[in-house]
């Protein structure tokens, strides 16, 4: 009877404490095993080069590659090796980058040991696996009604919102008038069914309508 190989991880965070956790959980599990260890996203993509591993345990928040763009990467170049976002963010923008980028998977970092290995498994299998909590935000996004898109002046009124101009101050920004702002919000008000100013910002934040200042 042939012996079963394990399945070969890479762990990829920035933050020494915790990917020194996630080594140590899955350190003793049998039929994994950790082939090397990355803080930021190039890191990782030479690592991924260098052990053509099975999974790829991936943070969404790094130093010199985020782990949007490394997801994007390792699966451009290596398709074969499934990445896993593990992340302690759960915003509806994080969710549909990370997804979108390629991961087959997207986990929190308070997912147990067992759900950790259990998820690895599955992943190598070409299973998608997702932490329940974002499994419910991707399901009610897309029972969401559909929302007509933002203008390009919209966007422009809404970014200067952010920069905490008043409606006269955005006006001069963008040289109309204080009526045509109050106009755009109350549309854009609309179409992201929020009743103010701070709450359409959010939204369009965590919609990735709109990047952080």
């Given at each position: 009877m042939s012996e079963v190989t394990a399945l070969r991880v890479v762990v990829v965070d920035d933050h020494t404490v915790m990917r020194a956790?996630?080594?140590?959980?899955?350190?003793?599990?049998?039929?994994?095993?950790?082939?090397?260890e990355a803080a930021d996203g190039r890191a990782a993509l030479d690592l991924?080069?260098?052990?053509?591993?099975?999974?790829?345990?991936?943070?969404?928040r790094m130093?010199?590659?985020?782990?949007?763009?490394t997801t994007t990467e390792i699966v451009a170049r290596h398709p074969r090796t499934r990445?896993?976002?593990?992340?302690t963010y759960d915003t509806d923008a994080d969710i549909e980058r990370g997804v979108e980028a390629g991961a087959i998977g997207y986990l929190l970092k308070d997912t147990t040991r067992e759900q950790l290995v259990?998820?690895?498994?599955?992943a190598a299998r070409g299973e998608t696996v997702l932490a329940p909590r974002v499994a419910q935000k991707l399901v009610a996004r897309l029972r969401r009604p559909v929302q007509e898109a933002l203008t390009a002046r919209e966007t422009d009124v809404l970014g200067?919102?952010?920069?905490?101009?008043?409606?006269?101050?955005i006006g001069r920004r963008l040289v109309i008038s204080e009526a045509t702002v109050k106009t755009h919000l109350l549309r854009l008000f609309a179409k992201l069914d929020?009743?103010?100013?701070?709450?359409?910002?959010v939204v369009a934040?965590?919609?990735g309508l709109l990047r952080p200042p």
């Open positions: 956790g996630v080594v140590a959980l899955l350190a003793g599990e049998d039929g994994i095993e950790i082939v090397g991924v080069e260098r052990h053509d591993p099975d999974v790829a345990l991936v943070d969404l130093p010199v590659l985020d782990g949007v763009t990445v896993l976002i593990l992340t259990d998820a690895i498994r599955a200067a919102v952010a920069d905490g101009l008043t409606n006269a101050e929020v009743n103010d100013r701070t709450r359409a910002v934040m965590e919609r």
